[in-house]
């Protein structure tokens, strides 16, 4: 039998030289669906107009300091991915008055100031490639000096920024990393002029450390069943009657001035580092969360260093303890 070999005939010839064009044409297209969400978006970006910025993703997210007068301050993010109800790993490109600001994935943010007035902000996922919703902006808000302001993406591609209370957006804003990847095209924007919040006392408890405790321990084994329900109360009573005025709680632990100087301070700190991870178990975010032993050096009361150790330990009972202060800004 005669074989044919139909790589030399001109019809042959003419259906390989078409397939390798094929070929050459679907290639580049199957390595653009298997590249990674990032280097997609970074492509994405330069056709909006936007450029890639050579910087890893951002650290998470901390509580922002204030901003100035002269300045309002924006923290615009996307939920995490568990949350979302579309838009899996789709960017959701950020335009600030028609102009790129960044790409954001899910469970990421930015933080952008601007001066006072009335911006149109919006963020449109899987508008790639023709990014039309760039030149044609439809939501404007209007931005206060000295205010920041929380939303996050609307997952339904409406590409209306969702306001958000602090305390609600703080909560999904942990673990959420800084979106760092894109240089921001967005002339309005600003570098933010940061102010230091002063400090104030917005709420205090003062706690027994005698119902705390078993008396002279400080572990978390030894806290007991009354002292854990009171500290329950505790933080469920920050967490929902002032979660937006408190942003810091402290711990500071109290000794009795009955036994050494240093052993006192080393109880009190102790006794308020267990405090603390109690009230994290009970869903204060621990980066607010700070602790420190004074030993006996504030005392409330004063007792006579004669007589029974029972009197003495009896008479102090007012000095062992612990206090939470909740702090916010004035």
Known sequence: MQTRNNFHSPAAARRARAGRALLAAVLPALFLMAAAPAVLAQGAMRAAGGAANVQTQG??????PGVAPDQAQVVFYRNPLGTTAVADGEAAHVYINGEFHTALQPHSFT???VTPGSYAIEAHIGDAPKFAAKADPRTRVALEGGKTYFAHVSENRSGDPVPTRRDEAEKQLEGASEQRHFVNRASVVVPCHEVQAVAAEKIRYTLSADV????AKSDYGSITPLG????????????????????????RG???????????????????????RV??????????????????????????????KQARVACNAPNRRVEIIGEGVK
């Open 111 to 113: 933080r952008f100031c």
């Open 228 to 251: 854990r329900e009171e500290l329950r109360k505790v933080a469920e009573q920050i967490r929902e009657h002032s979660p937006s005025t408190v942003t810091r709680v402290r711990v």
């Open 212 to 215: 705390l405790f078993d008396f």
């Open 254 to 276: 109290h000794a009795d001035p009955i036994g050494s100087v240093p052993g006192n301070r080393v109880l009190s700190e102790q006794r308020a580092r267990t405090v603390v």
């Open 279 to 308: 009230l994290g178990e009970e869903g204060l975010a621990s980066d607010r969360l700070s602790f420190e032993g004074v030993g006996s050096s504030e005392p409330v009361v004063s007792c006579a260093s004669t007589g029974s």
């Open 59 to 64: 650290p998470a997210y901390r509580a922002v």
